[in-house]
Protein backbone atom coordinates (compact mmCIF):
# COMPACT_ATOMS: atom_id res chain seq x y z
CA UNK A 1 0.00 0.00 0.00
CA UNK A 2 2.97 2.38 1.04
CA UNK A 3 4.26 1.82 -2.68
CA UNK A 4 0.98 2.68 -4.14
CA UNK A 5 1.09 5.94 -2.21
CA UNK A 6 4.22 7.15 -3.04
CA UNK A 7 3.53 6.27 -7.08
CA UNK A 8 0.78 7.95 -7.00
CA UNK A 9 3.11 11.12 -5.14
CA UNK A 10 5.31 10.83 -7.90
CA UNK A 11 3.03 11.08 -11.30
CA UNK A 12 0.52 13.51 -9.24
CA UNK A 13 3.69 15.96 -8.81
CA UNK A 14 4.14 16.08 -12.77
CA UNK A 15 0.45 17.16 -12.83
CA UNK A 16 0.55 20.21 -10.21
CA UNK A 17 3.46 21.23 -11.91
CA UNK A 18 1.49 22.27 -15.31
CA UNK A 19 2.77 25.58 -16.72
CA UNK A 20 3.26 26.90 -20.16
CA UNK A 21 4.81 24.74 -23.04
CA UNK A 22 4.20 23.00 -26.28
CA UNK A 23 4.35 19.40 -26.44
CA UNK A 24 5.65 17.63 -30.01
CA UNK A 25 6.68 14.37 -28.78
CA UNK A 26 5.03 10.87 -29.50
CA UNK A 27 3.78 8.89 -26.42
CA UNK A 28 3.60 5.58 -26.27
CA UNK A 29 0.10 5.59 -24.26
CA UNK A 30 -1.66 8.27 -24.72
CA UNK A 31 -5.25 10.08 -24.66
CA UNK A 32 -7.11 13.11 -25.71
CA UNK A 33 -10.58 14.05 -24.60
CA UNK A 34 -12.91 16.67 -26.18
CA UNK A 35 -16.03 16.14 -24.56
CA UNK A 36 -16.57 20.04 -23.72
CA UNK A 37 -15.83 22.32 -27.13
CA UNK A 38 -14.15 24.81 -25.32
CA UNK A 39 -11.03 22.32 -23.84
CA UNK A 40 -9.07 19.93 -24.80
CA UNK A 41 -6.65 17.38 -22.71
CA UNK A 42 -4.29 15.34 -22.64
CA UNK A 43 -2.38 12.57 -20.68
CA UNK A 44 0.22 10.44 -21.63
CA UNK A 45 2.89 8.19 -20.44
CA UNK A 46 5.57 6.71 -21.74
CA UNK A 47 8.78 4.86 -20.65
CA UNK A 48 12.40 4.18 -21.63
CA UNK A 49 11.90 0.34 -21.61
CA UNK A 50 12.31 -1.42 -25.02
CA UNK A 51 8.28 -1.30 -25.08
CA UNK A 52 7.47 1.89 -23.67
CA UNK A 53 3.97 1.00 -22.86
CA UNK A 54 5.72 -0.60 -19.52
CA UNK A 55 7.83 0.17 -17.12
CA UNK A 56 10.91 -2.28 -15.37
CA UNK A 57 12.95 -1.39 -11.80
CA UNK A 58 15.14 1.28 -13.21
CA UNK A 59 13.18 2.41 -16.09
CA UNK A 60 12.47 5.85 -16.72
CA UNK A 61 9.26 7.24 -17.39
CA UNK A 62 7.62 10.25 -18.47
CA UNK A 63 3.77 11.61 -17.73
CA UNK A 64 2.42 14.06 -19.34
CA UNK A 65 -0.97 16.27 -18.79
CA UNK A 66 -2.15 19.31 -20.92
CA UNK A 67 -5.18 21.44 -21.09
CA UNK A 68 -6.04 23.70 -24.30
CA UNK A 69 -8.23 26.29 -24.28
CA UNK A 70 -10.15 25.82 -28.08
CA UNK A 71 -12.16 29.25 -27.54
CA UNK A 72 -11.41 32.87 -27.96
CA UNK A 73 -12.43 33.83 -24.46
CA UNK A 74 -10.36 33.37 -21.44
CA UNK A 75 -12.40 30.74 -19.00
CA UNK A 76 -11.45 29.73 -15.66
CA UNK A 77 -10.45 26.15 -15.76
CA UNK A 78 -10.76 23.78 -12.66
CA UNK A 79 -8.25 20.78 -13.34
CA UNK A 80 -8.42 17.11 -11.15
CA UNK A 81 -6.20 14.15 -11.72
CA UNK A 82 -6.80 11.41 -10.72
CA UNK A 83 -4.47 7.46 -10.38
CA UNK A 84 -5.84 4.16 -9.68
CA UNK A 85 -3.29 2.07 -8.60
CA UNK A 86 -2.95 -1.91 -9.04
CA UNK A 87 -5.13 -2.80 -6.36
CA UNK A 88 -8.11 -0.82 -7.32
CA UNK A 89 -7.44 2.78 -5.28
CA UNK A 90 -7.88 5.56 -6.78
CA UNK A 91 -6.09 9.06 -5.27
CA UNK A 92 -7.15 12.26 -6.48
CA UNK A 93 -4.62 15.30 -6.36
CA UNK A 94 -6.58 18.34 -4.96
CA UNK A 95 -8.55 20.12 -7.83
CA UNK A 96 -6.23 23.61 -8.89
CA UNK A 97 -8.18 26.18 -10.78
CA UNK A 98 -6.40 27.98 -13.94
CA UNK A 99 -7.51 31.04 -16.22
CA UNK A 100 -6.58 30.37 -19.40
CA UNK A 101 -5.82 32.69 -22.24
CA UNK A 102 -7.79 32.30 -25.69
CA UNK A 103 -6.09 29.25 -27.24
CA UNK A 104 -3.24 28.91 -24.39
CA UNK A 105 -2.17 25.57 -23.56
CA UNK A 106 -0.48 24.58 -20.33
CA UNK A 107 1.52 21.35 -20.27
CA UNK A 108 3.87 19.74 -17.71
CA UNK A 109 6.06 16.73 -17.98
CA UNK A 110 7.30 15.13 -15.17
CA UNK A 111 10.28 11.95 -15.39
CA UNK A 112 10.76 9.30 -12.45
CA UNK A 113 12.93 6.69 -12.41
CA UNK A 114 11.12 3.30 -11.01
CA UNK A 115 12.00 1.71 -7.91
CA UNK A 116 11.45 -2.00 -6.64
CA UNK A 117 9.10 -0.39 -3.47
CA UNK A 118 6.50 0.32 -6.54
CA UNK A 119 3.87 -1.56 -6.70
CA UNK A 120 3.34 -3.99 -9.98
CA UNK A 121 0.66 -4.00 -12.17
CA UNK A 122 -1.27 -1.60 -14.28
CA UNK A 123 -1.44 2.13 -13.11
CA UNK A 124 -4.23 4.36 -14.53
CA UNK A 125 -4.37 7.97 -15.01
CA UNK A 126 -7.22 10.27 -15.43
CA UNK A 127 -6.68 13.30 -15.86
CA UNK A 128 -9.83 16.28 -16.73
CA UNK A 129 -10.32 19.79 -16.87
CA UNK A 130 -13.83 21.47 -16.55
CA UNK A 131 -15.23 25.36 -17.54
CA UNK A 132 -18.91 26.54 -16.96
CA UNK A 133 -19.53 24.67 -20.39
CA UNK A 134 -18.46 21.07 -19.02
CA UNK A 135 -15.82 18.83 -18.93
CA UNK A 136 -13.37 17.03 -20.89
CA UNK A 137 -11.52 14.21 -19.48
CA UNK A 138 -8.41 11.24 -20.41
CA UNK A 139 -7.22 8.68 -18.93
CA UNK A 140 -4.12 6.55 -20.41
CA UNK A 141 -2.68 3.38 -18.69
CA UNK A 142 0.72 2.08 -18.31
CA UNK A 143 2.00 -1.06 -16.92
CA UNK A 144 5.22 -1.84 -14.23
CA UNK A 145 6.56 -4.79 -14.00
Known amino acids: M ?29 ATGHQNPDLTVTVSATSTNANPDVVAVGDQETVTATVTNDTSSKPTVTLIANLTDPNGVTSTLPTQQVTLAAHQTLSSSFTYTDESSFATGV ?21 LI
Do not use: N, P, R
Open 123 to 143: YTITFSATDKHGTSSATTSTT
Open 2 to 30: KSSYVKALVIFAALVLLSLASISTAFASS
